[in-house]
C-alpha cells in the first residue's frame, strides 16, 4: 500500500476515535485531563507522515511520530497509538490486500531489532508518559540490550500496548475488529461502533494507563464501571438517545482524575487496522 494511503487511514481512525463519546478520556463531546480534542487530531495530523514513512524500520517510525508530536503539541497525546500503529503501518506496506494484513504485522514483530528498541526508548523518554518508572530489565533510560518485541515482553503481563508486540495484536484482531464489524452493521453512526470497541476494552480487562497512575484496585473498578455501560449500549436501538447516560459515566471518571487511556489507544489501533483492510481490499479488487 502506498504511503499516503496508509497515512490517510491513520488520520481517519484518529479522527474516528475523537468522535466517540469514550467516557473518562478526551473526544469532541468533552474535553478533559488538561488535554482537549483539537491536540489529538493535531497530533494525529503530524504523526501521520511519520507513521507511514516509506520502508522505514519500525523504531523510526515511532520516534519520528512522537518527536513530530512533541514538537507540535508539546506534550504526550498518543505515544500509545504510535507504538500500536507503527507496526500497523509498517505490514500494510508489505500487504496485498486484507488477508495479508495479520501475516505481515506478525512478521514484522518477528523482524524487530535492537536499533528499533533503541528508537522506542528515545521516543518513550521523549513522550514521559504518566507513571513512567524504572525498571530493573530493559528500562528505557538504559542503552536497548535486546530486540524491541523482547523488551516489550518484560512489560506485557502489566502493559496491554506491550502485550500486542508479544501475542502479534491479538486483542486487536480477535477483541476489538470483530466488535467493530458488529457494531458497524448495527449503527449507522460510526462514533457508536467506536464506543462499543472501547467498552469491549474497557470491560475485557484493566486498563494499563488506569493501574499506572492509579494503581491495579482503580483500574479494577474502572473495568467493573464499564462492564453495565456495555450491556446498556447493546440493548439500545438509537445510542443518540441515550447520550446523557455515557457522559455522566464520562463526567464521573474525570472527576475522580481517571483516564482509560490504554483503551483508547487499543481503539484507534482497531479503527486503523480496519481503515488498512478496507483499503487494501479496494487495492485488491483494481
Known amino acids: 500500500m502506498h504511503a499516503d494511503a496508509i497515512a490517510a487511514a491513520f488520520e481517519a481512525a484518529c479522527r474516528d ?3 466517540a463519546p469514550k467516557p473518562g478520556n478526551v473526544h469532541v463531546f468533552a474535553d478533559g485531563h488538561r488535554m482537549k ?3 489529538f487530531l493535531h497530533s494525529a495530523a503530524v504523526a501521520a507522515a511519520p507513521i507511514a514513512t516509506p520502508g522505514a524500520r519500525i523504531g523510526v517510525r515511532i520516534l519520528g511520530a512522537v518527536t513530530a508530536t512533541a514538537e507540535a503539541i508539546g506534550t504526550n497525546t498518543n505515544l500509545g497509538i504510535v507504538l500500536l500503529c507503527a507496526p500497523l503501518a509498517a505490514a500494510a506496506e508489505q500487504a496485498e490486500d486484507p488477508a495479508e494484513l495479520r501475516p505481515a504485522l506478525a512478521a514484522c514483530l518477528r523482524d524487530l531489532d535492537r536499533d528499533d528498541a533503541e528508537h522506542a526508548f528515545a521516543a518513550i523518554r521523549r513522550a514521559r508518559p504518566a ?3 524504572q525498571a530493573p530489565r530493559h528500562d528505557v533510560f538504559a542503552p536497548a540490550q535486546v530486540g524491541l518485541r523482547e523488551a516489550m515482553a518484560e512489560a506485557a503481563a502489566r502493559d496491554a500496548v506491550a502485550r500486542q508486540y508479544v501475542n502479534d495484536f491479538a486483542d486487536i484482531f480477535d477483541v476489538g475488529l470483530p466488535e467493530l464489524v458488529a457494531a458497524r452493521a448495527r449503527w449507522r453512526e460510526p462514533r457508536w461502533a467506536t464506543l462499543a470497541v472501547y467498552l469491549a476494552f474497557l470491560s475485557a480487562f484493566p ?3 488506569v493501574a499506572r497512575k492509579h494503581g491495579s484496585d482503580i483500574a479494577e473498578e474502572t473495568r467493573r464501571i464499564a462492564i453495565p455501560l456495555r450491556e446498556r449500549l447493546h440493548g439500545w436501538d438509537d445510542p443518540a438517545l441515550h447520550i446523557d447516560d455515557v457522559l455522566a ?3 464521573s471518571l474525570k472527576r475522580r482524575g481517571i483516564n482509560p487511556g490504554t483503551s483508547a489507544d487499543l481503539t484507534v489501533a482497531t479503527l486503523f487496522a480496519r481503515h488498512l483492510t478496507e483499503r487494501l481490499a479496494d ?3 483494481q
Open 37 to 39: 480534542a483539537a491536540d
Open 131 to 133: 507513571g513512567l518508572g
Open 249 to 251: 459515566c464520562d463526567a
Open 207 to 209: 486498563d494499563s494507563h
Open 283 to 285: 487495492l485488491a479488487q
Open 17 to 19: 476515535e475523537i468522535a
